[in-house]
């Protein structure tokens, strides 16, 4: 009786080819993008109200800049000459 891998681990992942590229993706939350932003820490945020205020303003406005870079990006899509 041979000992198989596959049915412990389930099915083999398949290798990557050398001339395929590797994406790193960096996820990157923007609550925690705020608060490094402001030196603040939850607890901060938690127990001040006036560094609740601070943070709350900060990713308002990181959510509108966002909204408003999707929204160029669409509509440099939309209007783009083929």
Known sequence: MS????RIFGTPIPRRDATQ?????????????VLAFTRRTIDDVVNCPIAKREV???????RQVERQCEITELERQWNSRA
């Not at 709350?56 to 990181?62: F, S, V």
């Open 56 to 62: 709350l303003g900060y990713y308002k406005l990181h």
């Open 3 to 6: 000992f198989d891998l596959t």
């Open 21 to 33: 590229p590797v994406e790193y993706v960096m996820l990157q939350q923007p609550l925690t993008r």
